[in-house]
């Protein structure tokens, strides 16, 4: 019975894969890791304008994320939430960008998903506290190995950025699993290596809309399941106050307007990350 299920949940899953291709390549890895200004000059598509056309909502800020879609989306708004001028942080080196210098700052939205990492289901939570006054988008720049943290603090009801840090990734509480992470989407034979001896996965009934269907993908299936994951930059947003880096990894990565979204679960056992369980 198992392996009538990982044939129907591999095809399922392939289908995934298949729009993350190479011809299909999210427009953030399709460039070089340009400034904002040659970012800004893409034709918007038709999400974005939709957000800017669209009157802004009145609850935009209670939800941290209700609000950085349309920060990185409206391009008058953006001028209103940034503090200027803005302090740019890069190890022990600080300049201050003026208003008439910004640039536009479009997060994921070119790229049509965004990623999330958390260290457990509490952490999780916290994307729906009204009540969070901190927020980091993380910008995390794998083959420069930086990571570059906008920090937006909510200021008199309002969400702000006022700072923008910049360090190596190696200076992250969680260098040890994005070490792993890019080792990870790079190398087929590492990542078999890095299964647990089975993962548990859960995803779409293809015979049935309203079901989710469970089973196991083990090493020697690992290929017929493995889904297209960004290799070159990913962006993370830690809510509230950062945590020291624990022994879990929730990884999800989420389409901005297409429903789509792909769960991996890592846990570190004797020093080695490993995948546990992936959800689609």
Known sequence: MKKVLIAISASVLLTFSCTGSKTNRPAEEAMPDSDAAAVDSVPMDSLEQLIVDAPTPKAMDELFDDFVFNFAANKKL??????????????????????????MERFFMRQGYYTLIFDNEERMQLMKDTSLTQAVVQKIMLKKGIVRDFVFSRIKGAWMLHQINELPIADNPNASFLNFY???????AFQQQSLNTTVAFVGPDPDDDFKMMEGVITPDTWEAFAPQLPEKVIYNIVYGKSQPAGDEKIFILRGIANGLELELRFKQVNGRWLLMKMST
């Open 182 to 188: 890019q080792h990870f989407v790079a190398d087929k």
């Open 78 to 103: 953006q001028l209103t939430r940034v503090v200027f001028p803005l302090s740019v942080h890069k190890g022990d080196k600080v300049e201050q960008i003026e208003k008439s210098r910004w640039q």
